[in-house]
């Protein structure tokens, strides 16, 4: 019987083994390939009489056309075809740290890089991912470092008539005290959802990351999904998998904002909190910006703390609701009550530099005070990423007088 056990143990191994072999068919193409002079070599197997190009974010852009206007876009590469018919392409400088997303072009068509099985969905497109390390890109990281935890909810809406999903991010060490933090209500862009700002930010590795350096108060995140009138991002609803799209009902239109009260109850009465204006902030990218404008003006007493990410600003034209009326009266309430910071960041070649230059001059003719950050690049996840490590180590401190 023993005998007979070991056996088939061996003949086991020995299937198991030739599996292998036939899975990965040889030595497996490395891609990308991170040199140590900073440098990335892509690879990829294809036939000699295809064109192969790359398409990244590491690139130099190029002007893309879109239903939504002219932006700028990723640049593409050629690839050589080499030895055995992998095709290949260095980057010809060494790339600045920075989280980094590509595609390979086939014959014009867009595909995954099969040797890389790290990816992002951002709205309905899926790209591959890899860091190079090294300055801020490190926050980018996950570290030895003590981690949150990250939790997916529901809450009831009645406002909204539906149950709703939201992200949320404690700190280290939440589960084991018994003091209460303060919450960041962190915001995600038009297409996006409660998913975004996790994969596509790195907010909890960010928020692990400067905690553990001590250079931001431990704190509670709140990521929502600001698609008024979805249960949750793509696939995790009612509505099943869905395609993702930018095209959705109940987005800027004021929904939204009147119903987010609620999220805030939902989270007072959840965790342990600091239920009180100096203990909340409230800040997002883009649509997330323009969501954090008009909720903060809208309840003057609820957040101590404002951050608008590459905001747009104003309602587009014919849009009503009581929360866009007498924005000058609102935020005169609004600075009258002297919130504790509010904070503007804008790349110098995004779509809507202008819109936030006309409400910077808005904000300094009527003398309200406010901290501005211009970054280069436009309306990308490498600008959100680097507001989103400024923005948090100036969270819940001390008032000065």
């Known amino acids: 019987m023993k005998r007979l056990s070991t056996l088939t143990v061996a003949l086991l191994l020995c299937t198991l083994s030739f599996a292998q072999q036939a899975l990965w068919g040889g030595a497996p193409i490395v891609s990308p390939e991170i040199n140590s002079d900073n ?8 036939p000699d009489n295809m064109k192969v190009q790359i398409t990244g974010d590491f690139l130099p852009t190029q002007k893309i056309q879109t239903p939504y206007g002219e932006f700028d876009g990723p640049g593409v590469a050629d690839l050589t075809l080499g030895k055995d018919g992998i095709w290949e392409f260095t980057t010809p400088t060494p790339l600045s740290p920075e989280l980094y997303s590509y595609s390979f072009l086939v014959n014009d068509l867009k595909m995954m890089d099969p040797s890389n099985v790290y990816s ?15 300055e801020r890109a490190d926050l980018y990281k996950v570290n030895k470092v003590p981690h949150g935890t990250v939790s997916r909810m529901w809450y009831n809406s009645p406002q ?14 939440y589960e084991t005290s018994s003091k209460n933090y303060p ?30 350096q001590g250079k931001a108060e431990p704190m509670i995140v709140v990521m929502t999904n600001g698609n008024a009138a979805l249960e949750a991002a793509p696939g995790e609803s009612s509505l099943g998998m869905t395609a993702p799209s930018m095209q959705l009902p109940k987005t800027m239109e004021g929904s939204f ?10 989270v007072d009465n959840n965790f342990r909190t600091v239920k009180s204006k100096s203990g909340r902030a409230i800040a997002g990218l883009s649509m997330g ?3 954090s404008l008009h909720i903060s003006k809208q309840y003057p007493d609820m957040f101590d703390y404002i951050g608008l990410f590459s905001a747009a600003i104003l309602p587009n034209q014919g849009v009503t609701s009581p929360v866009y009326d007498n924005l000058e009266t609102k935020l005169k309430t609004q600075f009258d009550k002297k919130p504790a910071l509010y904070w503007i960041a804008i790349g110098n070649k995004d779509f809507l530099y202008q819109a936030n230059n006309d409400y910077r001059k808005l904000l300094d003719e009527k003398g309200y005070p406010y901290t501005y950050l211009e970054t280069e690049d436009g309306h990308i996840w490498k600008n ?3 507001y989103l490590t400024e923005f948090t180590p100036l969270l819940f401190k001390q008032k000065t007088a």
């Open 39 to 46: 440098t990335v070599t892509f690879r990829l197997k294809a």
């Open 120 to 134: 992002i969905r951002d709205v309905a497109s899926t790209t591959n991912v890899f860091i190079v390390g090294g």
């Open 160 to 173: 909204l008539g539906i149950d709703r999903r939201l992200t949320v991010y404690t700190p280290a060490g």
């Open 183 to 212: 919450v960041l209500y962190l915001l995600h862009g038009m297409g996006g959802d409660e998913e975004a700002w996790m994969a596509l930010g790195r907010s909890s590795q960010i928020l692990d990351n400067l905690i553990a």
């Open 257 to 266: 904002e009147l119903a987010f009260p609620e999220v805030v109850d939902f």
């Open 289 to 291: 910006g323009y969501h």
């Open 384 to 386: 959100w990423r680097i």
